[in-house]
């Protein structure tokens, strides 16, 4: 039996990079559609695993894979402010447009990415209805330690009106804004918030460019 006094290790899901189906020779969105998640799923079912996030985070053969959802109500998206009350002060006043996080033993079983999925969007946001996922590209970025051992899957939500809030409200601040002022902030965004917005917000109606 473990100690009481020993902190758990989390154990987070991990796909071999030469298992991503596709390959992770990109940098930013890669556009992707259905076929594309039956195949990352069945990718994660055949070959993912979950391993201890410290040796996960040493080890650029594995990708810990993302869910990535972005929060749209026509034209505006939804957008985070991180607070001074978060515990990485180098994340205070950072801003996301994207909702997600690691996936976990708890998510395991026949789809541990779309199980991962909708726990995601509990945990972190509070909207009285039922969101339809749909995909819209892998997300990549090997230019610096912490992306060369992460993917993304983006996601868009469509809110049609109704209300989103964040839960965590003492950390974090979120409301619907134009399209322009979230390009207009870009240097204050989160590096994947960047990727993101360059490839999916660029233009009216704008969509991933395969």
Same mark, same amino acid.
């Not at 259905?34 to 201890?52: F, I, K, Q, W």
């Not at 998206?77 to 990485?88: C, E, I, K, P, S």
């Given at each position: 039996?473990?100690?009481?006094?020993?902190?758990?290790?989390?154990?987070?899901?991990?796909?071999?990079?030469?298992?991503?189906?596709? !390959?992770?020779?990109?940098?930013?969105?890669? /556009?992707?559609? %259905? *076929?594309? +998640?039956?195949? =990352?799923?069945?990718? &994660?079912?055949?070959? !993912?695993?979950?391993?201890?996030?410290?040796? /996960?985070?040493? %080890? *650029?053969? +594995?990708?810990? =894979?993302?869910?990535? &959802?972005?929060?749209?109500?026509?034209?505006?998206?939804?957008?985070?402010?991180?607070? %001074?009350?978060?515990?990485?002060?180098?994340?205070?006043?950072?801003?996301?447009?994207?909702?997600?996080?690691?996936?976990?033993?708890?998510?395991?079983?026949?789809?541990?990415?779309?199980?991962?999925?909708?726990?995601?969007?509990?945990?972190?946001?509070?909207?009285?209805?039922?969101?339809?996922?749909?995909?819209?590209?892998?997300?990549?970025?090997?230019?610096?330690?912490?992306?060369?051992?992460?993917?993304?899957?983006?996601?868009?939500?469509?809110?049609?009106?109704?209300?989103?809030?964040?839960?965590?409200?003492?950390?974090?601040?979120?409301?619907?804004?134009?399209?322009?002022?979230?390009?207009?902030?870009?240097?204050?965004?989160?590096?994947?918030?960047?990727?993101?917005?360059?490839?999916?917000?660029?233009?009216?109606?704008?969509?991933?460019?395969?």
């Amino acid at each position: 039996m473990r100690p009481p006094d020993l902190p758990v290790t989390e154990r987070v899901l991990v796909l071999p990079r030469d298992r991503v189906p596709g !390959g992770c020779d990109f940098h930013g969105i890669r /556009a992707a559609s %259905d *076929p594309d +998640l039956v195949a =990352l799923r069945e990718a &994660v079912s055949r070959h !993912g695993r979950y391993v201890d996030r410290p040796m /996960a985070e040493q %080890d *650029p053969s +594995l990708k810990q =894979l993302i869910p990535y &959802v972005v929060v749209r109500d026509g034209p505006d998206v939804f957008l985070m402010r991180r607070t %001074d009350a978060g515990g990485d002060a180098r994340l205070h006043g950072k801003g996301s447009i994207g909702v997600g996080g690691h996936l976990n033993p708890v998510d395991d079983g026949e789809d541990a990415l779309m199980a991962g999925l909708a726990r995601e969007w509990a945990e972190e946001l509070e909207a009285d209805w039922e969101p339809a996922f749909r995909l819209v590209g892998l997300l990549n970025d090997d230019t610096n330690p912490v992306g060369s051992v992460h993917l993304g899957v983006v996601f868009t939500v469509e809110a049609d009106g109704r209300r989103v809030r964040v839960r965590e409200r003492d950390k974090l601040r979120g409301r619907f804004e134009p399209t322009e002022a979230v390009l207009a902030a870009r240097d204050e965004l989160e590096t994947w918030s960047q990727l993101v917005a360059e490839t999916l917000l660029v233009g009216p109606g704008a969509a991933v460019r395969p």
